[in-house]
């Protein structure tokens, strides 16, 4: 049995290529010719495609590049901890490579480094400033609408793939990561094409489509380790089942892929466990300077489980529980912490999916509609119930990674259920979703009573109305049904767009940010923070106390920046961020988010800058990047992003001194600044000694100790 979006394939007689079935349809004459100019065809897309089609793509992408640029400096440089590896990875081609925090080479960031090439050539050709970082995350977010778009065209009607890309550009989370400089942009493109090559693959059982796939999964997991893999299972069982080749063939080009994947994600990782140790950067988040341990345990195993070495505390345990990152369980992607975030068209994906595979459900095995629904559909359902039951480290913002299969499930149910809108289950399913969309939206709107509130009623109304209209679609006029399906698609993203907007309109900055207005997240899950602490304030909305900054601040201090950082309340025991970037050693606010820098401690540190390798060092990465970015110079994080890794340990550190390598210690900063660094205590240890031996300098509110000065005695 086939259908206009399931055609023959090759091997059963069907076009060369399998697909599109438009292949053999004869071209309108002139329209779309190789002769014919390249602006032309452009404008023009495919010859048997309606005139709009092609327009309204190039104007989705338009329209998605100039809302992500919009005010893109206001978030200065964003996470300073990445924006700091960026600038080191300018200067120093060592520092490129490995991923390192400064151009001294003393420790990395704590992932691969392939999120932060693009932003390190950018700022080799047009300098350090906020654009060069963030400008690349934008045109990487515009690439993943183009590439969810053409992997829904492609099966189903454009207009279909137009909702696509509109729901993936208006998701909230995903207005936020694409202009911000986290690993998690090129880890939503990249398993964007993973999951368009292996349907590509489906198509016609061509072997290249899977062994690109398998690249695409490789250098994902040099963006994020792991995460990458996520979507092995089901990518790897469709083909498996689906595609049109005998199965020993299947099972050949599976290996294939898999040789693939491990040769694109693997031979930087083969550089870095055989370069000798002494003379590369420390692994930062390790415990042993092994990359291996990092991607299998903090950033692996320790992410499931909440075991988590050197991490500053894990989350729910088991089926529901509450930890310092939220709570876990089958519903906390709806939850008060994450729904504003990802979820405003979660239900009508599920329904749509649903439908999909109730609608393919008699189709032969290759069916590559039926294949469609299963790659992009398993892939959201695997990484949400990855992410919703993880017990370690669990960030908001993670979940952009569901918003390409979410808007791919819901571009390709609406286009299926549409055509179909002349059987009533079709009809009646699809204004079931409108509903859905609706409802939640209407839910997740009120959980935020003082944004807008008018428009909550307005999604809930207008969802209804067209809900009753599309109920009837297939025996409506034509213009009467489209009116319907018009009015249903505005409610269903009138919210995310909304929050999308307020998400634009404000910079963000720190480890830790969020989507939407004011109170559209709150830590704990329902409203409580860790350890019962009420939800509310800005930042994390209400986590950890008085709330994490982390939306609408500042951007920290740095060339043409200076003086401009992040004020810190919030982390228990952790005070206002001050000059040095902590307010009281050990607290979370130099942890998370960086330090103002004054004109007056970035003199201090430039004075003589060029005879030291380090300027200066300081316990985390957050504080020492601030100076970093305001300097340009190289500042040695102490212990990595935590201040609890044991890089440097106290005989690294005081050789170095010896050496005359590092000018100044920053006083305050990370964990170990107060709390022992660690399982070792090395950043304690190195405090200590430095604070009993040197000289202090004192720059309005920041402490110095310059380490070419003992004090007498």
């Known amino acids: 049995m086939t259908t206009q979006y399931d055609p023959p394939t090759a091997q059963q007689g069907g076009p060369a290529a399998g697909w599109p079935p438009h292949a053999a349809t004869p071209r309108a004459p002139g329209a779309g010719e190789p002769g014919q100019p390249f602006a032309r065809r452009l404008w023009r897309g495919r010859a048997e495609d309606p005139r709009w089609v092609r327009p309204a793509f190039l104007g989705l992408l338009t329209a998605t590049l100039l809302l992500y ?26 520092a490129f490579f490995f991923g390192s925090l400064d151009a001294g080479n003393a420790i990395t960031v704590d992932k691969p480094p392939a999120s932060l090439w693009p932003m390190e ?33 492609r099966r189903f009607s454009p207009a279909a793939g137009l909702i696509a890309g509109a729901v993936l550009a208006l998701t909230p989370v995903a207005a936020l990561m694409f202009r911000f400089n986290n690993p998690d942009a090129m880890l939503a493109l990249l398993m964007s094409v993973a999951c368009y090559l292996v349907v590509r693959a489906v198509e016609d059982g061509r072997t290249k489509w899977l062994v690109w796939a398998g690249v695409a999964i490789g250098f994902a997991f040099l963006a994020k380790t792991l995460q990458a893999f996520l979507i092995l299972p089901p990518l790897a069982l469709v083909y498996a089942v689906c595609a049109p080749v005998p199965l020993k063939k299947r099972l050949g080009q599976l290996a294939a892929a898999t040789l693939a994947l491990v040769v694109s994600g693997g031979w930087w990782v083969a550089v870095v466990e055989l370069w000798p140790a002494s003379s590369r950067p420390y692994v930062g988040g390790s415990q042993n300077n092994s990359f291996l341990e990092l991607t299998f345990g903090y950033n692996g195993l320790g992410r499931l489980n909440g075991d988590e070495t050197g991490s500053v505390g894990g989350g729910g345990r088991g089926g529901g529980g509450t930890g310092m ?162 009015v249903g698609l505005v409610a269903a993203l009138a919210g995310p767009t909304a929050y999308t907007l307020s998400t634009l309109a404000e910079g963000h900055t720190g480890s830790i940010v969020t989507a939407g207005p004011a109170g559209a997240s709150v830590m704990g899950g329902r409203g409580r923070g860790p350890g ?58 130099g942890l998370l988010n960086g330090a103002n820098v004054s004109s007056a401690a970035k003199a201090l540190l430039e004075e003589n800058a060029s005879r030291y390798t380090w300027v200066a060092a300081s316990v985390g990465s957050q504080n020492s990047a601030s100076y970093q970015l305001a300097t340009g110079d190289p500042v040695m994080a102490i212990g990595g992003f935590n201040g609890t890794d044991p890089s440097p340990t106290l005989a690294e550190f005081e050789k170095y001194v010896a050496q005359g390598r590092i000018h100044y210690f920053i006083d305050g900063g990370g964990m170990g600044g107060g709390r022992g660094g660690g399982s070792s205590g090395t950043a304690s240890r190195i405090s200590s000694w430095v604070q009993s031996t040197f000289k202090k300098v004192t720059v309005g509110s920041a402490t110095f100790y310059d380490l070419t000065r003992r004090v007498s005695g």
């Open 69 to 94: 640029l919009y005010d893109l400096s206001a978030s200065g440089y964003a996470n300073s901890f990445y924006s700091a590896a960026v600038q080191a990875g300018s200067t120093s081609w060592k």
């Open 121 to 153: 050539l950018s700022v080799r050709v047009f300098g350090l400033h906020s654009w060069a970082i963030l400008a690349p995350e934008v045109l990487m977010g515009v690439a993943a609408v183009a590439v969810v778009y053409a992997g829904v065209r």
């Open 325 to 486: 990152w939220g709570e876990t369980g089958w519903d906390r992607m709806f939850n008060s912490e994450i729904g504003g975030q990802i979820s405003w068209l979660l239900p009508s994906a599920l329904i749509l999916l649903a439908a999909g595979l109730v609608a393919t459900r008699r189709l032969r095995r290759t069916s590559v509609t039926r294949a469609s629904f299963l790659v992009w559909g398993g892939s959201l359902l695997t990484t949400m119930a990855v992410f919703s039951y993880m017990a370690g480290i669990f960030h908001q913002y993670y979940t952009v990674a569901l918003a390409p299969y979410l808007a791919a499930v819901t571009g390709m149910g609406a286009g299926l259920l549409w055509e179909r809108r002349r059987e009533p289950w079709a009809s009646v399913t699809l204004a079931a979703s409108v509903v859905a969309a609706a409802a939640w939206g209407y839910v997740l709107l009120h959980r935020t009573s003082g944004y807008l509130p008018w428009l909550r009623w307005l999604v809930l109304i207008g969802g209804l109305a067209a809900a009753f209209g599309l109920v009837f679609a297939g025996r409506l006029p034509r213009r009467l049904a489209l009116g319907a399906a018009a």
């Open 532 to 589: 019962g602490a009420p939800g509310g304030g800005d930042g994390m909305r209400g986590g950890f106390g008085g709330g994490m900054p982390g939306r609408n601040q500042p951007p920290q201090g740095g060339p043409g920046q200076q003086g401009r950082g992040q004020p810190g309340n919030g982390f228990p025991g952790g005070g206002r961020t001050g000059e040095g970037g902590m307010g009281g050693a050990g607290g979370a606010g």
